[in-house]
């Protein structure tokens, strides 16, 4: 929803101040998507904005469910003709969370990852971003899924911190209390690692959640499988972190995407231990996720279940707090690394 225009429109339409607020909050409180549906506005206002304005500036081509019905998949196509993907998904009992893209496609390639693999189009407005929350919004309500949906990932297709502008306006229009509403500690921003991106949020949304994708504990390995190594390598990175932490001291999630006789042997995990270890606050304030890969493609295979369990407890005996990840999604191509907009 472009909500500058509605308000200008509203002004040229002679309709008073309240009016705006009244609309704003039909949309951003009650997550309705039609004018048709704001009953405190009468029929003839609603259809001449129901004319002007598309509440959405998206179409949605195609909802997909998982089995288990704890995660969802849209497939949305944008004005331009360029398609996105945004899951929504329930990763603990009764608590629901979107995840959001930020970007048509991602220049950074990392070669386990779809979105990468498919090349970048162009970044996402601010308002394209917001409405993907919308969406999920109005979905949640209308399908009356059960629970609580209070979170949001920025993990879906793109690098946030690479089209920070438009990321940084969503964010301020998601957690203001006139409009989404979220609490910062709700909203988490993932990041391949770029150290720019990192300090900026440090800064300018010390509240909102950081997580990053490290992946690989070692620079040959992350400048193979994910070249924004070759721009930022792993000692920016721990500088960055160290600034991090001076400003926010807040926990970060270091992601760590488990691949077979790649990065889960006892080598990377002490590579791993002595990352962490080597920033100040790190062992304190860093918790590593263990994904699973979701899938075989590549050359790159999932690490067994054995494999993922002892390099849990290995971090654990050398006081790193690790949790494995549960992987939604997987059937329905909308787990980590699989969104690729099309299907
Ligand atoms: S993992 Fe993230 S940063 Fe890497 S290519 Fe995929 S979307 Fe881009």
Redesign the pocket.
């Known amino acids: 929803m472009d909500f500058n225009k509605l308000q200008l429109t509203l002004n040229e339409m002679g309709e008073p101040a309240f009016r705006y607020k009244q609309i704003r909050d039909a949309f951003t409180k009650q997550f309705t998507l039609d004018f048709e549906s704001i009953s405190t506005i009468s029929k003839s206002l609603a259809g001449d904005l129901g004319e002007k304005i598309f509440p959405l500036s998206f179409k949605v081509e195609k909802i997909l469910e998982s089995k288990d019905g704890l995660s969802y998949k849209a497939l949305l196509r944008l004005a331009d003709g360029l398609v996105i993907e945004t899951v929504l998904l329930s990763p603990l009992s009764g608590r629901w969370s979107a995840c959001i893209s930020s970007q048509v496609g991602?220049?950074?390639?990392?070669r386990?990852?779809?979105?990468?693999q498919g090349g970048f189009r162009r970044n996402l407005t601010s308002e394209e971003i917001t409405d993907q929350v919308l969406f999920w919004k109005n979905f949640f309500k209308e399908r009356k899924l059960a629970g609580k949906f209070s979170s949001l990932v920025f993990m879906g297709?793109?690098?946030p911190f690479l089209n920070w502008l438009e990321v940084k306006n969503a964010l301020k229009v998601l957690i203001s209390p006139d409009f989404f509403n979220f609490g910062s500690r709700s909203i988490s921003v993932?990041t391949?690692g770029i150290v720019e991106g990192i300090k900026n949020l440090a800064r300018e949304f010390p509240q909102i959640n950081l997580a990053i994708?490290l992946i690989f504990p070692n620079d040959k390995d992350r400048s193979k499988y994910?070249p924004?190594n070759r721009r930022f390598n792993l000692s920016q990175l721990k500088k960055a972190l160290a600034y991090y932490f001076s400003k926010t001291n807040r926990k970060v999630f270091l992601e760590y995407v488990m691949f077979k006789g790649i990065n889960d042997q006892p080598a990377q995990a002490d590579e791993l231990i002595e990352f962490i270890k080597s920033i100040e606050g790190g062992t304190k304030l860093i918790r590593v996720n263990l994904i699973r890969y979701n899938a075989a493609s590549g050359g790159l295979a999932p690490s067994d279940s054995k494999t993922t369990e002892w390099f849990k407890d290995y971090l654990a005996k050398n006081r790193i707090g690790a949790t494995i990840r549960k992987s939604l999604g997987a059937e329905i191509k909308g787990a980590c690394?699989q969104l690729a907009g099309n299907q």
Do not use: D, H, I, P
């Open positions: 991602c220049q950074l390639a990392c386990f990852c779809a979105t990468g297709m793109g690098e993932s391949s994708s994910m924004v690394g």
